[in-house]
């Protein structure tokens, strides 16, 4: 069963556009990788797709309801929710408090927090400190488990590893890997770390100027010899 379909989809700020044409189909528990260089409209599709940026034209549905006319707010309670890269946790606030205030029009949080943990059992360990004391990774895992409170069909994630240290750019999109497996989720993800995304990713597309120029496999993408020297500025 498809969740996500994006066809012809065009999208910007203002009167721009910067997404050109995007044709996408997301299935639960598949993960797919949205790739190119800086600037290529990747974050505007993901946040297009949250109604954080316009969709000006095309064709936008999740479960086969019409996301467009909905804010943000009503296109996170259909279930695309957006992760963003910054600003994604309150530091004032607790890790508990955190996953709490994330769970919208929930009539049992604790219910819903345990069933967070048992997904992201690490986050057990800080829940009672400051979501702004803590490590940048922790951060991120805490962003990701607010992300959950909510139950989303489909998770939009970007650049979760930004400022990670390899081994925690490993963990967490491994992370991502097993949930979209255990929850049954469609996951779209925008990650600088291309590669290590791709060895994760079921499939990849690749943005440049806002179009889709390449598409299929992710790994098989990864293993294209021209791959890195064609989108990412990387050495033959």
């Known amino acids: 069963m498809t969740l996500l379909v994006l066809k012809d989809l065009r999208a910007g700020y203002g009167a721009s556009d910067i997404v050109h044409g995007v044709n996408l189909e997301l299935v639960p528990g598949k993960m797919i990788a949205l790739v190119g260089p800086n600037g290529a409209g990747k974050s505007t599709l993901l946040k ?7 969709v000006t034209g095309g064709v936008l549905e999740l479960d086969g309801k019409n996301l467009i006319p909905l804010q943000p707010s009503g296109r996170a309670q ?3 929710v957006f992760m963003p890269q910054e600003r994604n946790v309150f530091r004032t606030l607790s890790v508990s408090e955190n996953l709490a205030v994330s769970a ?7 219910a819903r927090r345990d069933e967070v943990l048992t997904l992201l059992p690490t986050i057990r360990d800080y829940l009672r400190k400051r979501a ?5 990774g922790q ?5 990701l488990g607010m992300a959950l409170m909510s139950r989303p069909r489909v998770l939009l994630v ?3 590893t930004a400022g990670l240290s390899p081994l925690l750019v490993g963990e967490m999109l491994d992370t991502l890997r097993q949930l979209a497996a255990s929850a049954n989720l469609g996951i779209l993800i925008v990650e600088q770390n291309a590669r290590a995304a791709l060895q994760r990713a079921d499939r990849a597309l690749v ?7 390449r598409q299929g496999d992710a790994a098989a993408l990864a293993d294209e010899p021209d791959f890195g020297a064609l989108f990412f500025g990387e050495a033959a």
Do not use: K, T, Y
């Open 207 to 213: 943005l440049v100027d806002g179009r889709v120029v």
């Open 78 to 80: 259909a279930g695309a």
């Open 104 to 110: 919208w029009g929930c009539r049992d949080i604790a």
């Open 132 to 136: 702004g004391g803590l490590s940048g």
């Open 139 to 143: 951060r991120q895992m805490v962003g």
């Open 158 to 160: 970007d650049e979760p």
């Open 48 to 54: 297009s797709i949250a109604g954080v940026a316009n």
